[in-house]
C-alpha cells in the first residue's frame, strides 16, 4: 500500500512537499513515480526516482521547480514543490514500478502499484 500526504491549498510561487509511505513492502527494490491528474485532463508522469544510484527524470513542464527525493529506511519517497503555479493543481499519485537498478520511467504501464493520490490546489 502506498499513502500519499502533504497536499493542500498554496498561493502561486510557493512550495509543498508530498511525502508517499509504503506498508507492506520495501521501497528498496522499485523506482518511485509521481504523477498528477487535473480535472478533465488524463493522468500524466511528472517524476521519478530509480531505486538504486538515484537517478531521475521529470517531466518538462516541471523540471526546475520540482525535486524527488527517497529515504530507503523510512520507505517514503518525496516530492519536493517551488515556485508552484495555478497550473500545477492536480490530484498527486505515487506508484512503485518494479524497473530494475537505475532505470526511470514516466510511463504510467509500467508501474504496479498506486497509492489513492492527494490535492494540490494552487490559488490566490
Known amino acids: 500500500q502506498l499513502v500519499e500526504s502533504g497536499g493542500g491549498l498554496v498561493q502561486p510561487g510557493g512550495s509543498l512537499r508530498l511525502s508517499c509511505v509504503a506498508s507492506g513492502f520495501t521501497l528498496d527494490y522499485y523506482a518511485m513515480g509521481w504523477f498528477r491528474q487535473a480535472p478533465g485532463k488524463e493522468r500524466e508522469g511528472v517524476s521519478c526516482i530509480s531505486s538504486t544510484d538515484g537517478y531521475t527524470t521529470f517531466a518538462e513542464s516541471v523540471r526546475g521547480r520540482f525535486t524527488v527525493s527517497r529515504d530507503n529506511a523510512k520507505n517514503t519517497v518525496y516530492l519536493h514543490m517551488s515556485r508552484l503555479k495555478p497550473e500545477d493543481t492536480a490530484i498527486y499519485y505515487c506508484?512503485?514500478?518494479?524497473?530494475?537498478?537505475?532505470?526511470?520511467?514516466?510511463?504510467?504501464?509500467?508501474?504496479?502499484?498506486w497509492g489513492q493520490g492527494t490535492q494540490v490546489t494552487v490559488s490566490s
Open positions: 506508484a512503485a514500478s518494479k524497473a530494475p537498478g537505475d532505470y526511470v520511467t514516466l510511463s504510467i504501464d509500467e508501474y504496479d502499484y
